[in-house]
Nanobody, 124 residues
Framework: QVQLVESGGGLVQAGGSLRLSCAVSGRTFSRYGMGWFRQASGKERAFVAAINWSGGGTYYADSVKGRFTISRDNAKNTVYLQMNSLKPEDTAVYYC?????????????????WGQGTQVTVSS
C-alpha cells in the first residue's frame, strides 16, 4: 500500500513563498509519476504541476508557470512544490498524487494514490 503525507502548508501574505512536501511510503517511489493538485473552496480539484519518475520532465498549469517549481528526491521518497510570488487566488487545499507510470499527468483520475491535503492560505 502506498501512502502519501503532505506538509508545509500555512498562512502567508501575498508575494510570499511556501514549500510543500509530500512523503511517500513504499520502496518503488522512483517508479511513480507524481503530481500536485489543488482545490479551492466551492471549486473542482485542479491540476497544478507534475513530474516524471526521474525528475527530468515537469509540467505546470498556466496559472502557476514561472512561480511554482515541482521537484523530487528519490532517495528521500519525497516530492516538493516550491511556491513563490503567491497570490490570494492560490488559496486552496493542496494534494499530492502518485501513479505507477513513468510520467505524471494533468488528469486527476489517472492517479492511483492521494494524500490527505494541506491547506495553503494567501492573504492580500
Amino acid at each position: 500500500q502506498v501512502q502519501l503525507v503532505e506538509s508545509g502548508g500555512g498562512l502567508v501574505q501575498a508575494g510570499g513563498s511556501l514549500r510543500l512536501s509530500c512523503a511517500v511510503s513504499g520502496r518503488t517511489f522512483s517508479r511513480y509519476g507524481m503530481g500536485w493538485f489543488r482545490q479551492a473552496s466551492g471549486k473542482e480539484r485542479a491540476f497544478v504541476a507534475a513530474i516524471n519518475w526521474s525528475g527530468g520532465g515537469t509540467y505546470y498549469a498556466d496559472s502557476v508557470k514561472g512561480r511554482f517549481t515541482i521537484s523530487r528526491d528519490n532517495a528521500k521518497n519525497t516530492v516538493y512544490l516550491q511556491m513563490n510570488s503567491l497570490k490570494p487566488e492560490d488559496t486552496a487545499v493542496y494534494y499530492c498524487a502518485a501513479r505507477p507510470r513513468e510520467y505524471g499527468s494533468n488528469v486527476a483520475m489517472l492517479y492511483d494514490y492521494w494524500g490527505q491535503g494541506t491547506q495553503v492560505t494567501v492573504s492580500s
